[in-house]
């Protein structure tokens, strides 16, 4: 009998990684930035967990292939999110450069 760390569908196991790397883009999605990063904490100790304890034959190598394959294709998704609201949050910061400089000017000429 394998035990939750090893079982690929125990927590921590593929079909575990899988469902926090889901939940982690869906997180992206809404813009749950605060959530997001603690998910990905959790998820990375997961993997390391997993990997650390995966003993030979519990898994095949196509099984362990193809989640790999998806959380990183979730993963390039959740990267383009977070690249996406970084833009965006520098174009608000800009904006906002630019008018506290533009408030500073009409105070300077107009006292």
């Known amino acids: 009998m394998m035990d939750a760390v090893t079982d690929q569908h125990g927590p921590h196991g593929l079909d ?9 883009l869906a997180l992206a999605e ?10 990905e904490a959790e998820r990375r100790a997961a993997v390391q967990t997993h990997f650390a304890s995966l003993a030979p034959r519990q898994q095949t190598a196509g099984q362990v292939r193809a989640a790999i394959q998806e959380i ?13 609201a970084r833009a965006a949050t520098m174009a608000q910061l800009k904006d906002l450069r630019r008018g506290a400089r533009g408030v500073d000017a009409y105070r300077e000429h107009h006292p």
């Open 72 to 84: 990183i294709n979730l993963n390039r998704q959740i990267e383009a999110l977070c690249a996406a």
């Open 30 to 39: 809404s813009g749950d930035w605060e959530e997001l990063a603690l998910l």
């Open 16 to 24: 575990g990684l899988l469902h926090l790397s889901r939940s982690m």
